[in-house]
């Protein structure tokens, strides 16, 4: 079982409504750290890509997604995510108002004052953090790494670019890892991430 932390996403609320860098630049250049702020379209790409991989119709994946304002949403794997972007930011500010969304009575999405630190000691996986200033790797070792451990995390930063701030200081110690010779975006790192962990359960 693999699990998938977001860290740090880039999807905060102002008086109900999801902040939107489109929409709320001048509200968002007063805020601090304004450049990893107001991009809910980042965690709708990250949802979309990992509840519709092959590793999820397995089910073989788990998904968290922890908000630049120290909140947790656990995702269901069931969850199907609202292909527009309209439509997902709509249902995250529902999500917002109700603190959980239900179906048939099963909960698909429930949102709650987290820190990261908090998340990860629950989770209880051996965690390796996506980071573009770790240890250089090739995907294959990755594969050979996700194969060893059976219940492996990865965190991921949710935001659009530069380092985490990780302010709960959860990311102390964990192994960092960098993929490709570049610094990539979260999504163009995710799916690298989905490849290596199907291939790895194979």
Same mark, same amino acid.
Request: aromatic content about 6%; proline content about 2%.
């Given at each position: 079982m693999?699990?998938?932390?977001?860290?740090e996403?880039?999807?905060?609320?102002? %008086?109900?409504?999801?902040?939107?860098a489109?929409?709320?630049?001048?509200?968002?250049?007063r805020?601090?750290n304004?450049?990893?702020?107001?991009?809910?379209?980042?965690?709708?790409?990250?949802?979309?890509?990992?509840?519709?991989s092959?590793l999820? %119709?397995?089910?073989?994946?788990?998904?968290?997604?922890?908000?630049?304002?120290?909140?947790?949403?656990?995702?269901?794997?069931?969850?199907?995510v609202?292909?527009?972007?309209?439509?997902?930011?709509?249902?995250?500010?529902?999500?917002?108002?109700?603190?959980?969304?239900?179906?048939? =009575? %099963?909960?698909?999405?429930?949102?709650?004052?987290k820190t990261?630190k908090?998340?990860l000691?629950?989770?209880?996986?051996?965690?390796?953090?996506?980071?573009?200033?770790?240890?250089?790797?090739?995907?294959?070792?990755l594969?050979?790494?996700?194969?060893?451990?059976?219940?492996?995390?990865?965190?991921? =930063?949710?935001f659009p670019?530069?380092?985490?701030?990780?302010k709960? %200081?959860a990311?102390? =110690?964990?192994?960092?890892?960098?993929?490709?010779?570049?610094?990539?975006?979260?999504?163009?790192?995710?799916?690298?991430?989905?490849?290596?962990?199907?291939?790895?359960?194979?």
């Amino acid at each position: 079982m693999l699990t998938i932390v977001f860290a740090e996403t880039s999807l905060e609320f102002f %008086k109900g409504r999801a902040i939107d860098a489109n929409d709320d630049w001048k509200a968002l250049s007063r805020y601090e750290n304004k450049d990893k702020r107001g991009r809910p379209d980042i965690a709708h790409d990250l949802l979309k890509m990992s509840l519709d991989s092959e590793l999820n %119709k397995r089910g073989e994946l788990r998904v968290f997604m922890h908000t630049y304002d120290e909140r947790v949403i656990a995702i269901s794997g069931e969850w199907r995510v609202p292909r527009s972007y309209k439509r997902f930011v709509g249902l995250m500010e529902d999500l917002e108002r109700k603190g959980r969304i239900e179906t048939d =009575g %099963k909960t698909l999405l429930k949102i709650e004052s987290k820190t990261l630190k908090q998340l990860l000691s629950e989770l209880k996986a051996d965690f390796i953090v996506m980071d573009a200033a770790g240890k250089k790797t090739k995907l294959k070792a990755l594969v050979t790494l996700l194969a060893k451990k059976a219940d492996t995390g990865i965190i991921l =930063g949710g935001f659009p670019h530069g380092a985490f701030l990780d302010k709960s %200081k959860a990311l102390e =110690g964990l192994p960092r890892v960098a993929l490709g010779g570049v610094e990539l975006t979260a999504p163009a790192v995710l799916a690298k991430v989905l490849t290596c962990a199907e291939m790895a359960s194979e």
